[in-house]
Every structure is written in C-alpha cells, then in structure tokens.
C-alpha cells in the first residue's frame, strides 16, 4: 500500500469515525428516554434477581441429583482408565461438582485472554 | 468514590448510543435494536456486574455481537417461514398485485444518491448495511469503537486473521461505495 493511499484511507477513516459520532450524538429525545429506561431496567432487574443462596432448597437439591446422575452417567460411559477420554472425564465432573456458574466455562477463553493480557500489561 | 451499581450506570450510559447505532445499522430497526441493546445491558449487569470494571467493556459488545447474530438468525428463519406461507397462499387464490404497491418508490435512495444528495448519515448507513454481517461488525468495532485485533477477535469469537481479512474487505467496499461518489 503506498503512503498517499493510506493517506487517503486515513482521511476516509476520520470522515466516517466523525459521521458516526453525529449520528449518536444527535439521536432523537424518544430513543435517548427509552436507552435511558432500558439502561433503568437492566440495573433494576438486577437488584431484583435472586441469589443462589436465596433459591429454594428443593431446587438445589433437584440439581445435586441431577449432576449425580449426570456424573455417574459420564464415569460408566467412560470407564477405561487409559487415555485421553479418561482424563476428560474428570475434567467434566470438575465442571459439573464447581460451584461457578455454568456460562462462566463457557467463557474460559475469553478469561484465559483477559489474564494474559494482564500479564502482557505488567 | 463509586458504588459498583453507579459504576455499571455510568460505564452504560458511556456505550449505549454507540451499541444502539451499531445494532440500528446491523437490524435496520429503531424498535429491535432497543431490545438488543436492552438485552445486552440486562445480561452484562445479570451475569458479569461482579467482574472488575476493566472487563465490562469488551464482554459487553461480546453480549452485543451475540445477541445481534441470534437477531439475524431469528429473522431468516421468520422470512423463511413467510416466504413459505407467501408460496401456499399464491397456490391457493390467485391474488391480482396492487400496481401501487409494486411501483418503485421515487424518493427511495440507494448509497450513492445520498452521498450525492449530501446525506452522510443515511449514505453511510446504507453502504454499512450492504456489508456482509461480519464485515460490518468488524469494521465498526475496529475504526468506531477503537478495539485492537485481538480485542475484536475476542468479542466476535474469531481469529485475528479473521478480522483483518473482514476489515480490509469492509474499507475496501465502503471506499468505492462512498468516497468515489462523493460530490
């Protein structure tokens, strides 16, 4: 790419990084009150949500038997003590015994990022 | 200093115009990217409010890419679905087109008429929106919300190569929809 066209794609850059910025800075008064409202709900509902230590002691002991079955489930399914599949497992029942919410696994690459780019910060 | 509940308000209020642009020019829809942005901000506050403040900003256009692809699967299965019952009910009666309806709008404007018409919002709008979703979400993410590679990568769960390839493209149309049609 020569300079005068990363000149020129610089320039293109700066007119639609400032048309865009118009265009969220002059949004009308109806959408402004109702991000306003949404923003209102989000941080109510929160508040709102019950915590695990407040969820009925039934419901959690639905899901401990649950993740019993689940985990013998896995340990019949996977019962060779040799290779990978053994190793996974145990991972599984790691995942399923945890007291960390599901989801929170299935972001683990985004947290593995997050920490290395703490690492790379200092 | 900030409680984390007048954090999280005031980390919101410092995205949500963008986040509702960003969804408006992905939806074409005043009312669903409210709900999108609304969904966005429920699920940060529900699921990641606890995590330190760093963390909020990309996890919450994570949540926007997210919930902006469930929008564009949930629209291809509905138009699926009403092409669909549009093919059954032509077999069954024949319906003669209202010639009104079937005239092309005279004051619709493709991107280049509004660039030449000097409506840069809306101009701008409509190149975005022929962008292929990736390309646009690439884009934005990158040359409006200022994310590096990896950032972007992250929060469209691709490769950095992915996302150079995606914004390259993104500039490439844009430029040749916009800046050579400009007046």
């Known amino acids: 790419m020569t300079q ?28 402004l009150s109702q991000l306003t409202q949404a923003r209102h709900r989000a941080l109510e509902k929160a508040k709102s949500k019950p915590s695990l230590h407040r969820r009925p002691f039934w419901l959690s002991l639905a899901g401990l038997v649950t993740a019993a079955a689940v985990v013998f489930l896995a340990i019949f399914l996977t019962r060779d003590p040799s290779g990978p599949q053994h190793y996974s497992a145990i991972e ?23 920490a290395e780019e703490m690492e790379d910060a200092g | ?101 079937s005239f092309p709008d005279p004051a619709a404007h493709n991107p280049e008429d509004q660039v030449i018409i000097g409506d840069s919002v809306a101009a701008l709008d409509s190149a975005l929106r022929i962008l292929p979703p990736r390309q646009q979400q690439a884009f934005l993410l990158r040359a409006w919300e200022d994310l590096s590679v990896r950032e972007t990568a992250v929060v469209m769960r691709c490769s950095a190569g992915s996302v150079k390839t995606h914004y390259a493209r993104a500039v490439r149309t844009l430029r040749k929809l916009l800046e050579d049609h400009r007046p």
């Open chain 2, 1 to 101: 200093m900030l409680d984390s509940s007048q954090s999280m308000e005031r980390f919101l209020a410092s995205v949500e115009r963008r986040a509702f642009r960003m969804a408006q020019i992905a939806t074409n829809s005043t009312d669903d990217a409210l709900d999108i942005v609304q969904e966005a901000m429920l699920n940060l506050v529900k699921r990641y409010g606890a995590k330190p403040e760093e963390e909020w900003k990309p996890l919450f256009y994570r949540i926007l890419v997210n919930s902006i692809r469930d929008w564009y699967r949930r629209t291809r299965v509905r138009n699926r679905w009403r092409s669909w019952m549009q093919t059954i009910g032509k077999a069954n009666e024949v319906e003669a087109l209202d010639p009104i309806e």
């Open chain 1, 4 to 31: 005068d066209n990363n000149d020129h794609e610089s320039v293109f850059l700066d007119r639609v990084r400032r048309t865009l910025d118009d265009s969220a800075d002059n949004l009308d008064a109806r959408t």
């Open chain 1, 92 to 114: 599984d029942v790691e995942i399923l015994a945890a007291s960390e919410n599901p989801e929170f696994f299935a972001d683990m690459e985004f947290y593995a990022w997050l």
